[in-house]
Each structure stands twice: as C-alpha cells, then as structure tokens.
C-alpha cells in the first residue's frame, strides 16, 4: 500500500471533512481551527478564509479554535505558519466540501453542478427557482469523507471577503470590558489558587511551615510538594496573602548562576558548543577583489515577553478526569505534556484554549496551566483559577535567548561586498511542550521540574533551517553575496530558561546583519539605500527597500544636523517569507528617541489588510521598546527583574508615528505578518543613530550609557 | 467575617464582605463580577486595572476598598455594553484598536476621564494622559486614534 497522499497544511495530519466544519440547523456554520487567537486577528482571518470557499456571509460563520476535544489538532500557533499552515487546509477543507454540496444538489435540482452558483449558502441555477441551500443536503454524511485536496480554491480574482479588512471578531467585547479572557472565566464554586516560585532556577526547599498558612482566613489547601509549593483561597485576595505567608514560611537553599547580565555573552561564547554550517557558498575569483575586510560583534541580551496580564489558567480535576482552560499556543501538545506529568492517558485531560493576554511566543501560559491542575488536585472536584503575579511571570517566563553575532566582510575597491560571513551563539530557541517522542518521562512545564518526584526537563529544542529555523533564522543574508558562510554555534548550558520570542534568532540575526551592512556602506562611501539596492537581486525585496524610501522621503547623502538622524533597514523574514523594508527617524533630546517609523511589508496575497497593518504596527513599536529599553537583569545569584520598574518598555508619551504600507499581491501565497518588524526596527534604529551622531552601538538595548561612552 | 463595606459602582449601591485592604479590583471582578477591568502587575504601574474613582483615573489593584467606599466608581462596563456599545467603545472598534486587548479597558477608562475634563485633546495630551497605562503590543497608534475619534464624536 502507497503512502497517502500529502495534502496542504495542517488538512495532512487532520484529514477528515469533519474536522473542520460543521452546518449547524439555524443556517450557520462552525468552522474548527486549531490556531488560536493570541491578538494576531488569526481567528477572524481563518473565517474569512472559510466563509470566502463557501461564499457564506461572515455573519454565518461560528469559529472553534484550540480544543482537544474539537478541533484539528495544528500543532502551536507560531512561527508566523497559521496563516501558511492553517489557512491553506481551511481553503482546501471548504472547497472540498463546497464541491460534494454542489455535487449532491446538482443530482437533486438536476442541474449540472457547473451551471449551479452558491450565494450566502443557497446553491441555484441560472433560473433562481429551482434552489436548496447547504443546510437541506445530508451535509453531515458527505463531510464524513477523507479530504483529498483535488478540488481547487478559488482564484484571488473572484475573492470578495478574502482580501478585505473584516472586523476583528474579538475586538467588540474587548473594548467593552465582556468577559472574554481565560482571566475572565468563572466556574461556580471556582477557588483561587497563587504558587510560591523558589528564589532562583536551582534553589531547594530546606523548610516550610505549611500550618502556619493554613491557618490564614479563607485558605482551602496549601500544596507542598517537593520545591513546589502552592496555595488555594475561596477569595482571591485570600490567596494572595496566603501566598505572601507562604513565601515567608519558606527556606531555601539557592545555588548560583554560572553568568551574570553583564558577562552573559563572554559567557556564551567561551562554551563547548553544537556548530552547524548554515551557508556555505564561495567564488575565490571574486573574493580575490578584496582590498578592505571589516569585522563586528553585536549582541542582544535576554528578553522578556512580558505579557501585560500574567499569564492564567482554570482546572478542574474530578475522579481521574482533567478538565483545563488555557491561553496556551498548543492545546495538544499541553495536553501530552500534562499527562505526562500526571500519568494520565492524554484521553482523560480535555484542554480548551480561551484567550489571554499576547504573549508574542512562549511565555508562563503552559506553565501555569500545570500549576492549576496540582492545586486543583489537592481540592478534588473543585475549579482552580490560577494567575501568576507580575515577579512570577517576570522571573519565570522563558526569555528570548540572549545572542552574540560576529559578521566579517569584504569590499572590493569599487565598494562592493565581495566576502561576507556570519557566526552566532546562543541556546536553543524552543522550549515548548511538545509531542515528539522520548526515552523517558520528559516535561516542558515548569512545576513538573520542582515536584518531589521531578519529571526530567524536556531537551531544550531548536527549529531547524527547514522549519524557518531558530537561532540560525534570518542568518542568511538575503542579499546575493558570491562568497558567503555561515555558523550557528549552539550552546547547551542555559543560564536563564528561554524559548520561543517573536522573531527567535531573526531579531539578533538581522541586527547584526543590516547593522553591518550599514557599516559597510559608511566604508564605501555609499548611500545606505544604494548600497542595499546594488547587492539586492530579488525583486520583491527590492520594492519594499524602494517603498519604504521613497515613502520616507529618503534623500541619498542627506547629512544629520547632530539631533536627528534616519536609517533604514530590511529583511525577509526566514529568508523565505513576508518582506519588510523600514526607515527609522530619531531625535536625541533628552534621550535617544523614534519620531517616525516608515515601513514596506510584502506578504504576498494580503488575507486581511488591517490586520496586517495592525501587526506590522504592533511588530514596530514593540521593536523600538525592545531597542530602546529591554533587557532582563539577572545576577549571579538570581533573576532581579520582577517588576515594570525593573523591566520599563515604551509609553504612550515614547510612541512614533508609524506609517505602514503594504503591497498586496494577491496571486501570491499568503504569509504570516506577525514577526517580521524586530530585526529591520532594531538595525533601522542603531543605524539612525550612527547616522546623526557617527557613533556605531552593536550592543542592545541602546541606552544612555552606551551612547555616552561611544561618544567618549 | 468581616463588616459590610458599601460601594457605589456605576451607580448602584452593593453591599460586599470583604478585608478593607482587599484591592478594589478584585471587589469588582469576583464579588461584582464586573471582569472589565483586569490585574496586570497589582503594583499601581500598568493600568490594565483602571477605573474611575469620583471622575479620576485610579488603578484599582492598588486601591483598598476601604479607600473607594463611600466614592462613585465607575467601570467599563457603565459605559456601553456588547450589544449597545458607548461612544468610546465604539471608537475603539471602528478603529480596530486592539491586539490582544488586555490594556484595552484600562486605556478605555484614562480616555474617559481625559474627555470630560478635555473634550479635545491634541495628540500629545492623550500621549501624556496615557503615561500610566501600557500596552504591551504595540496598539498604540490605533488606541490614540479611537480616542481622537471618540472625542470628534462627543464634541459633534
């Protein structure tokens, strides 16, 4: 027997018609997506998408996003894929089941299916009398089918709902305050539950005076178990004071970190480490042109997601049965991590995402969904509603990883890049709960490590080239170089626990890159657009570096008058997805600022503009925060961030204009718009500021400090 | 248990057993279940939590209730509903003004108070009335327009 054919997206590991629709009696339709909405506007584009197949109103469609229970299981909403992944098998999920609609119509009005015309859900012929709509046809029976892909989506020409800026599904009851949220959620006899984090990564739990809490008003369970300690309350600020006695009824034993803030990329790079050769390319005839060579190290340090809400989660555990509420980005593979942990088939946990606050990667949203099911546990049958505090989600997120990027290059004496080369360090960029296959009992959730009887952590993992890649993502330049090569160094030992951070490894990647690039120009003695232009041979990149310059109104040689300055910056994100282009403008006074973000952004076919629009915006500003401001400050001992005073990001009073224009190319595939801004937003801004003060910062963030003592 | 505490919220009377240090936040979301305004960090430095205290802007993580009895509260929630939005919130849905939207109602409430003492701000005032609260997407740009929108409205 052949292997089944691949089929698109996620439709090749959910295959049946019926996973993904559904005609229900009052003339809608549920439509199951296992992306979920993470403030990106995914949900709503999934509907767009089905609604368009099915030429239905968008008002029919009802959407069903990340259940265990429900919904296709589509591994994590990330990596920018929902809209590549996710989309492409709801295309081809609806126009399959479109096609077997009109088929059985076409037999029952017996009018080819080829002169039948579906509008809002009622198939007619020409005539308009004879006519059924989906809801009268066996619908249920003939989506009970394997898919097979065969039948064609509709053109982007006839798109009338695909391609439009549909409103958000989500936004109304988010400007009204209707509960909306997992933070939201409410189960009757719902209790309160708070953890008790250690001091540090490595500190164990020398004593703790349990009774001492459980005397307190309102405290229904106080969990000890091994270095996990938690607390449960009938009211919430029960729990929270419970939670405060609990830190003080505990004793710790801390072990210290191997680096601190300051010495974390020395650190990185003097490890043993894991190297893969990334790209590897040569023309010795051309590298013999060279006359100067240039070299350049840039780092980033650790950064927080920071989720504006910490991150929450509700169980329910009731005889061997678990039932949870998650913000996670993959229900599924919570699930297999949980029953994991708990050793329980995955059949009896059900795992429902509900919305929290964005998350922008991986933050506390499965680590704290573990830590309510142990404190539901300890009050069987009862719901447990867990939120972190800010200093657990602070102290315990999974940062982005900090990096080090070291770029060498080659100019001809005409000033033309003949040589160039890259090599980066860093951990690991995915420590997510995954459903991949082990030896032995692994976790990816924190509690799990902190039990009396500690499940192992699971290897810390990172996306290869093939999957968009992690630390190596963007590494490759795109520009054409003759002579290129490439190394990612792994480095295994992790100081701080990371994961996935919008962007992963692109952000550092592409700071280093487009930096240097700019650097480069400087030597040559070109214009920063020009120079870009000449080693650029793709032309969709070309036309956002364009647009964005001509947008800006970018004129080559322009000089800074010392206190204001602009640089521009580009990439495609994973080489091989949306197009950003993006000019910066600063000023200095008090301190360096953005007053203006120009950005070009091809995704190919635009599924829904504003929401492009809205991400790309969202991308920049959060980028600038990350440039001007970010970085997680930890000593030898422990993680001193705990607050928005230890950690500040941009203000309102700090926000630029942003200007966003997008090329819409609706013959081209559709790409994910969420991740792309970081990298071009950080280079674009160091890059500014060589440009008005002619000193060159290749360390983030890009503080007062640094920029006093370069201009020293 | 402890004494009654009276509260005037969106211009009822209720009457909660509750500690006089209870942050009022979670009075209103768990004992009113009013879930409009959220907990972001409980230390007064975010905003997600943001309410009207006597027409101000206070954050209510940090507000005891001992301190809000006796006071008008206002929350989100009096301002319009999901089927009969207000005006403020329907700027912010005719601007698409969310990602996640977890800051939303905390922006929602600045912008409220801003407008009844400012009914036409410039840009750098909203800027400036916003200080206090942050959004962590990057929404930014679309939550100044809504409420720019939202006062063209109220002024028209």
Redesign the interface.
């Given at each position: 027997m052949s292997a089944p054919a691949r089929l698109p997206g996620s439709l090749n590991a959910n295959r049946r018609l019926a996973q993904w629709l559904r005609f229900n009696p009052d003339q809608t339709i549920t439509v199951y997506t296992g992306k979920v909405e993470?403030?990106?506007?995914v949900v709503t584009a999934m509907a767009q998408i089905a609604a368009e197949e099915l030429d239905v109103s968008l008002a029919r469609v009802r959407m069903v996003s990340g259940d265990t229970a429900l919904t296709p299981d589509e591994g994590h909403t990330s990596g920018s894929r929902s809209i590549d992944e996710g989309g492409s098998a709801m295309r081809y999920a609806c126009a399959e089941a479109r096609h077997l609609l009109l088929q059985e119509a076409s037999s029952r009005l017996d009018i080819p299916a080829d002169k039948l015309t579906v509008e809002d859900g009622v198939i007619s012929g020409f005539d308009r009398i004879r006519k059924l709509s989906y809801w009268e046809l066996p619908h249920a029976g003939l989506l009970d089918r394997e898919a097979t892909a065969a039948i064609k989506p509709k053109p982007s020409a006839r798109h009338t709902i695909v391609g439009t800026?549909a409103?958000?599904l989500?936004?109304?009851?988010?400007?009204?305050?209707?509960?909306?949220?997992v933070?939201?959620l409410?189960l009757p006899g719902m209790l309160f539950g708070r953890v008790v984090r250690p001091p540090s990564y490595a500190a164990r739990l020398t004593a703790f005076d349990a009774d001492a809490v459980r005397k307190l008003?309102g405290v229904v369970a106080v969990v000890r178990d091994g270095n996990f300690i938690g607390v449960v309350a009938t009211?919430?600020?029960q729990a929270?004071k419970a939670r405060q006695a609990a830190a003080s009824a505990a004793h710790w034993e801390e072990t210290p970190l191997p680096a601190d803030d300051a010495g974390i990329h020395d650190y990185l790079q003097s490890r043993q480490t894991r190297d893969q050769l990334i790209v590897e390319r040569t023309d010795p005839a051309v590298s013999a042109r060279a006359t100067r060579s240039f070299e350049a190290r840039y780092t980033k340090p650790y950064i927080a997601h920071?989720?504006?809400?910490?991150s929450c989660a509700l169980a329910r555990v009731d005889n061997g049965r678990v039932e949870v509420w998650t913000h996670s980005q993959g229900v599924f593979q919570l699930r297999h991590d949980m029953a994991a942990v708990l050793g329980l088939p995955p059949e009896k946990i059900l795992v429902h995402h509900a919305?929290?606050?964005?998350?922008?990667g991986h933050n506390g949203a499965d680590d704290v969904a573990l830590d309510a099911v142990l404190l539901a546990r300890a009050v069987a049958g009862r719901p447990v509603q867990v939120?972190w505090?800010?200093d657990d989600e602070f102290a315990w997120e999974p940062y982005g990883p900090a990096m080090v990027v070291k770029t060498r290059a080659a100019l001809d004496p005409q000033g033309n890049i003949v040589d160039w080369a890259l090599e980066l360090w860093s951990n690991g960029h995915s420590g997510r709960p995954n459903s991949a296959p082990t030896t032995h009992r692994v976790s990816s959730l924190l509690a799990a490590w902190h039990l009396e009887d500690p499940v192992a952590k699971r290897p810390q993992a990172d996306p290869p080239m093939s999957g968009g890649g992690g630390m190596a993502r963007n590494s490759p330049a795109t520009y054409h170089f003759p002579n290129e090569r490439v190394v990612a160094h792994r480095v295994e030992e992790m100081p701080l626990r990371v994961s996935a951070l919008r962007g992963l490894g692109a952000t550092a990647n592409v700071f280093a890159i487009e930096s240097f690039i700019d650097e480069l120009a400087v030597a040559a003695g070109a214009d920063p657009v020009e120079f870009r232009l000449r080693h650029m041979q793709d032309a969709r990149a070309r036309a956002v570096i364009e647009l964005a310059a001509q947008q800006a109104g970018w004129r080559a040689g322009a000089a800074s008058d010392g206190t204001s300055g602009r640089g521009i910056a580009f990439a495609q994100y994973k080489n091989g997805y949306g197009y950003l282009a993006v000019v910066i403008e600063i000023g200095l006074e008090p301190d360096l600022h953005v007053t203006r973000a120009v950005a070009a952004v091809d995704v190919g076919q635009a599924i829904n503009p504003?929401g492009i629009i809205?991400?790309t915006?969202?991308?920049?500003?959060?980028a600038i925060?990350w440039t001007l401001k970010e970085q997680v400050r930890f000593d030898r001992a422990r993680v001193v961030t705990r607050?928005?005073?230890d950690y500040p990001?941009?203000?309102?009073?700090e926000?630029p204009?942003?200007e966003v224009h997008l090329i819409n190319r609706p013959d081209e595939a559709p790409l994910g718009a969420g991740e792309m801004a970081g990298g071009p937003v950080t280079a674009a801004i160091a890059n500014a500021l060589h440009h008005a003060l002619g000193v060159r910062i290749r360390d983030l963030p890009l503080t007062r400090e640094r920029i006093t003592a370069a201009l020293a | 248990m402890p004494d009654p505490v009276t509260l005037n919220v969106n211009g009822a009377q209720h009457t909660v057993r509750a500690e006089p240090d209870t942050p009022l936040l979670y009075v209103l979301r768990n004992d009113l279940k009013l879930k409009g305004a959220k907990f972001g960090c409980g230390l007064g430095q975010c905003g997600a939590c943001m309410v009207l205290i006597d027409g101000h802007n206070v954050m209510s993580c940090d507000t005891p209730l001992w301190a809000a009895a006796g006071k008008a509260i206002t929350t989100i929630e009096a301002l319009g509903s999901l089927d009969a939005p207000g005006v403020l919130q329907r700027a912010f849905i005719a601007e698409q003004a969310a990602q996640c939207g977890y800051c939303v109602s905390g922006v929602v409430m600045t912008a409220a108070a801003l407008l009844a003492r400012n009914p036409d701000p410039s840009e750098t005032e909203i800027k400036e009335a916003l200080a206090r609260n942050l959004c962590r997407c990057g929404t930014h740009v679309r939550l100044i327009r809504a409420i720019q929108r939202a006062a063209r409205e109220l002024r028209a």
């Open positions: 993470i403030g990106q506007g800026s409103a958000r989500d936004i109304p009851a988010k400007a009204t305050g209707t509960p909306r949220f933070h939201d409410e008003p009211r919430e600020e929270v920071a989720s504006l809400g910490p919305e929290g606050a964005g998350c922008y939120q505090m800010r504003d809205n991400q915006e969202g991308g920049i500003i959060q925060s607050t928005w005073e990001i941009l203000t309102f009073p926000v204009r942003v | -």
